[in-house]
């Protein structure tokens, strides 16, 4: 894809988005659906990926569930969020990928006393209007910035359009590692 026509990440990275990795490293975004079967499917590759350059990488997760096909994606998204607020977005983040599509409320329960959460605060941070506003929020902005699926990969400010396989994605963020970064 050639720049002009290339999609840009609109809504550059901020102390809001979950994020892991050093804050000078270079960006890796996902615009994530977790009820997504390709996005369970990339979550091990970005996990590679980060396990072998993650050093310089800083990777952030924000929410794009796609409702229309995954039901039980936006309750997972909160579930993800109000895990967030004790502590524990990556953990729940990892269980919710793991859980392969098991993702009714029930099971958002269980995950969050598997991690050892108040049970009860987790509910009630589920219920929470500020939450559902930051989900719907992230959407908005993926779509303003090309996103049409998931998973939606930016590395830097572009989107990632190649495949999402260890190598090439490596390749990619090695890449864009070895820019100038002055």
Not at 86 to 96: I, V
Request: hydrophobic residues 40%; contains cysteine.
């Amino acid at each position: 894809m050639t720049e002009e026509f290339a999609h840009w990440l609109k809504d550059l990275v901020t102390d809001a988005d979950w994020s892991r990795g050093p804050r000078d490293g270079v960006v890796l975004v996902e615009y994530a659906d977790y009820q997504c079967p390709s996005c369970q499917a990339a979550f091990g590759t970005i996990e590679a990926v980060l396990d072998r350059i993650g050093s310089r990488v800083r990777f952030v997760v924000r929410h794009f569930p796609v409702v229309s096909i995954h039901p039980y994606a936006e309750r997972a998204a909160l579930a993800a969020e109000a895990a967030g607020r004790q502590g524990k977005f990556w953990e729940m983040h990892r269980r919710l990928f793991e859980a392969r599509g098991a993702l009714s409320d029930e099971n958002l329960a269980l995950y969050a006393q598997d991690l050892g959460l108040d049970v009860e605060r987790f509910k009630q941070d589920m219920e929470d209007e500020s939450l559902a506003a930051k989900v719907k929020k992230q959407k908005w902005q993926g779509l303003r910035s090309g996103v049409n699926g998931t998973p939606t990969l930016y590395i830097g400010e572009l989107r990632y359009d190649g495949r999402v396989n260890e190598t090439d994605l490596r390749t990619a963020i090695e890449a864009e590692l070895s820019k100038d970064r002055s």
